[in-house]
């Protein structure tokens, strides 16, 4: 029986989805062992720059600085005089109180992990208006965990975002072991997350996440990241960590600050990291259990394993949350199968939004 070009079309494609999911499954291993031998990577830093940098960050006192620092809102008196195993700073835009409420009620309740302190704060910017301005206020004096710098949030102050975190970190939060920023649409599994972290040999140099290698600078002039050749000439940007969530040591923190004024700002917020770090003789470590900018398709016993999970819906974020907080811990078995169902319900969702787009397509081009 000779098959229709139609059905002919429809096999090719279960062949290739059927391929493509087994080789990540037997990936599966080769993500456990990539983690292992990433982390015991020795570094090496002998250039005098590198070494000076290293030794201004050392030497680091932000007593005198904080006279002129400018906060529209601080929770300094918050990390004074406090152990904090792993800050957790959340890149919120000041519009999305219900989305920050969210967090609050689930994984950002966490205060304890496994005997170690965790903090969880909110980042922002200014709104553009004045009500709600008033309203952040209110959540500000209510909750006490909100950070908010004196520049206008936008698409284009992202990177400022960031380094005013980095720069309220090292100077109201220097006792904060680890630093975890993330996005507020992310799912972070906290207890799982510290610990990986405890389990650490490596005490400083810590710059952990889903590691972007040869990205390519946005050159479009008309788009809204758009980076001039003369702000950053390079064809490639150097290895930097995803930033929809990655977690930092204390001192590299005080790296990033150090040589913060030497790197554009027009540059991405997790690439000015990158930079950051590079010229700080910091080299980013991958771990493949941060997803990255990807959602992960619901497992309980892969949530417990893994770090993060991206584009989160809000009942998704309680109902995941509600699951993997409950009950007893995943035997090692049921964590394979659990991250192997994870990886295979990931690229089926996937296999089914690319052939819903296409189907999309067709009919736009068939309409015109």
């Known amino acids: ?22 080789f990540h499954v037997l990936l599966f291993g080769a993500d456990l062992l990539e983690e292992y031998f990433l982390r015991s990577l020795p570094l090496s830093y002998t250039d005098a720059k590198t070494l000076e940098i290293r030794e201004r960050a050392r030497k680091l006192h932000m007593d005198p ?4 620092l400018s906060f529209t809102i601080s929770s300094a008196a918050i990390c004074s005089d406090r152990e904090i195993f792993l800050l957790v ?4 835009s000041p519009e999305n109180r219900t989305r920050r409420n969210v967090i609050r009620q689930t994984w950002g309740n966490v205060t ?8 969880t704060l909110f980042a922002l910017g200014k709104p553009a208006s004045l ?13 006490r965990d ?14 400022q975002k960031m380094l005013m975190s980095v720069e309220w970190t090292v100077t109201f939060c220097p006792q904060a072991r680890y630093i975890l920023k993330t996005d507020e649409d992310v799912f972070v599994g906290i207890q799982s997350l510290a610990g990986f972290l405890l389990s650490l040999t ?27 050749v003369p702000q950053y000439p390079e064809e490639f940007y150097p290895d930097y960590c995803d930033g929809s969530a990655f977690v930092v040591s204390q001192d590299v923190a005080r790296k990033v600050y150090v040589v913060a004024e030497e790197v554009p700002v027009s540059v991405p917020p997790d690439v000015f990291v990158g930079i950051c770090a590079g010229k700080a003789g910091v080299t980013p470590i991958h ?14 016993c892969c949530y417990k394993f893994i770090f993060t999970s991206s584009d989160m819906k809000e009942d998704e974020l309680f109902k995941d949350w509600k699951e993997t907080s409950g009950g007893g811990d995943c035997s090692l078995l049921e964590t394979y199968y659990g991250l192997v169902s994870c990886k295979v319900l990931t690229y089926i969702d996937k296999f089914k939004q690319f052939n819903l787009d296409r189907i999309k397509n067709e009919v736009l081009h068939f309409a015109d």
Not at 1 to 19: A, E, G, K, S, V
Not at 65 to 68: F, V
Not at 112 to 119: E, H, K, N, S
Not at 294 to 299: A, E, F, G, V
Request: hydrophobic share 35%; proline share 5%.
């Open 112 to 119: 304890d992990a496994r005997g170690y302190a965790v903090l």
């Open 202 to 228: 490596q005490l400083e140099d810590v710059y952990i996440g889903r590691v972007i290698h040869h990205a390519v600078p946005d050159r479009a002039p008309q788009s809204p990241g758009v980076v001039p």
């Open 146 to 159: 909100i950070i908010e710098g004196s520049f206008i949030d936008s698409l284009k102050t992202q990177t």
């Open 287 to 300: 771990s493949s259990r941060f997803s990255g900018e990807k959602h992960i398709s619901y497992n309980r």
């Open 131 to 143: 009500t709600t301005q008033l309203e952040i206020n209110e959540e500000a004096e209510k909750h």
């Open 1 to 22: 029986m000779q098959l229709t070009p139609c059905r002919l079309r429809t096999h090719q494609w279960c062949f290739i989805l059927f391929n493509v999911l087994l």
């Open 89 to 92: 700073l959340v890149c919120s």
């Open 65 to 68: 600085l904080k006279a002129n």
